[in-house]
């Protein structure tokens, strides 16, 4: 029997990541054991392969650097990589998301802050329903097998959606790897509304682009450039380091970018980009116009879409409420009576449920 996926030790997330990569690119196994698939080169464990402890007990800022984490654990690994961390992530902040929105002005704060009207417009209501609406099926191969498997309901899910093979978390990166792209352009730009208009354009042009090799100013702006602008010009010191690290090409194994479907094509000369965010915008026309459809895309733009949530959320407003939210999930976790519409997001796995079952209520 192949042995299990190994694990990163250390004491801290770099460390333990770090060691992760080493050993995974040392390893030559798969384990049936911990709800491993494989498929286009890419590895799909349901069990935490760095994180000791749970993603509801990290701080903003760690919340800030985690997308860097699991840009590591997808990139610099011989296969692209997508782990329990990736999800619970995913699933904490659109469970926070949600818990800002029907109990706070916070949520009108970070998707609309430089306007003074505080509704969103339609078309970014629409945005974030369809972020939330794709992180639930996102979540639906997970929600057949825990916190707690149900045989009865995975059969009547099954039936219900005629789905004639089993679905799989790789089904589901795939799938929805185009709507990821576009929706990180769309809370960028929203973001970024300093400087950006809705549809992407520049808001007063010129404006400085020390990414660019002659640090010119630009008049217009495309995909990457939007990345950029928001990492330069808009995020807080955190967020700037994380989108530095992930956009660091030095950082990866050029051999292993050219092994993803989707992320670079097998013509492209990696030595002569400077930018991994650059080889990430490349692909829009790969996904989005039906060239194909990548499994490796997703984990990073959605990992990309949450930082931007946790990017405009003030500390003061982060420690106002999530003591109240973790004691509203707490509350309505499998086994407790109340139900919670943020459960439909977070905790999905068993050592969330316990870890959250352990806690107290909070004072406040």
């Known amino acids: 029997m192949p042995p299990e996926t190994p694990t990163g030790d250390g004491g801290s997330i770099r460390e333990r990541v770090d060691d992760f990569v080493d050993k995974y690119n040392d390893w030559t196994g798969f384990s049936a054991s911990d709800g491993v698939m494989i498929a286009e080169n890419s590895h799909v464990s349901r069990k935490n392969v760095f994180l000791d402890g749970v993603v509801h007990d990290l701080s903003l800022s760690e919340l800030r650097e985690f997308p860097r984490y699991l840009c590591d654990v997808s990139l610099r690994a011989k296969n692209f990589v997508v782990t329990a961390e990736?999800?619970?992530?995913?699933?904490?902040?659109?469970?926070?998301?949600?818990?800002?929105?029907?109990?706070?002005?916070?949520?009108?704060?970070?998707?609309?802050?430089?306007?003074?009207?505080?509704?969103?417009?339609?078309?970014?209501?629409?945005?974030?329903?369809d972020m939330f609406l794709m992180h639930r099926l996102l979540n639906l191969p997970l929600r057949m097998s825990a916190p707690y498997p149900n045989p009865s309901v995975e059969n009547?899910?099954?039936?219900?959606?005629?789905?004639?093979?089993d679905i799989s978390e790789i089904d589901t990166l795939r799938l929805f790897s185009p709507v990821s792209l576009a929706l990180l352009d769309g809370l960028v730009c929203r973001h970024c509304?300093?400087?950006?208009?809705?549809?992407?354009?520049?808001?007063?042009?010129?404006?400085?682009?020390?990414?660019?090799?002659?640090?010119?100013?630009?008049?217009?702006?495309?995909?990457?450039?939007?990345?950029?602008?928001?990492?330069?010009h808009v995020a807080n010191p955190t967020t700037n380091d994380t989108l530095a690290q992930v956009d660091d090409i030095s950082?990866?194994?050029?051999?292993?970018?050219?092994?993803?479907?989707?992320?670079?094509?097998?013509?492209?000369?990696?030595?002569?980009?400077?930018?991994?965010?650059?080889?990430?915008?490349?692909?829009?026309?790969?996904?989005?116009?039906?060239?194909?459809?990548?499994?490796?895309?997703?984990?990073?733009?959605?990992?990309?879409?949450?930082?931007?949530?946790?990017?405009?959320?003030?500390?003061?407003?982060?420690?106002?409420?999530?003591?109240?939210?973790?004691?509203?999930?707490?509350?309505?976790?499998?086994?407790?009576?109340?139900?919670?519409?943020?459960?439909?997001?977070?905790?999905?796995?068993?050592w969330e449920v316990v870890s959250l079952m352990q806690l107290c209520p909070s004072s406040d």
Not at 287 to 305: A, K, Q
């Open 86 to 129: 990736h999800y619970s992530y995913w699933s904490w902040t659109l469970a926070f998301v949600q818990y800002l929105r029907r109990n706070s002005n916070v949520f009108e704060k970070i998707t609309n802050p430089y306007h003074p009207d505080p509704a969103p417009s339609p078309g970014s209501a629409n945005l974030i329903n």
């Open 156 to 165: 009547y899910i099954q039936n219900s959606l005629r789905l004639t093979n």
């Open 193 to 232: 509304s300093r400087f950006l208009t809705i549809d992407g354009r520049l808001e007063n042009p010129p404006v400085s682009s020390p990414w660019s090799s002659n640090h010119s100013s630009k008049s217009g702006v495309g995909y990457h450039d939007r990345l950029q602008l928001w990492r330069y």
């Open 251 to 350: 950082r990866y194994e050029s051999k292993h970018l050219k092994s993803l479907s989707g992320v670079i094509d097998s013509d492209e000369d990696i030595g002569e980009m400077d930018h991994f965010l650059q080889i990430l915008s490349n692909q829009r026309h790969y996904n989005v116009h039906g060239e194909g459809s990548s499994v490796s895309i997703l984990p990073i733009t959605f990992s990309l879409c949450c930082l931007i949530f946790w990017d405009a959320i003030e500390q003061s407003d982060f420690d106002k409420y999530r003591s109240k939210f973790v004691d509203e999930v707490r509350a309505a976790v499998p086994g407790n009576p109340r139900q919670s519409e943020y459960t439909d997001y977070y905790p999905i796995f068993r």
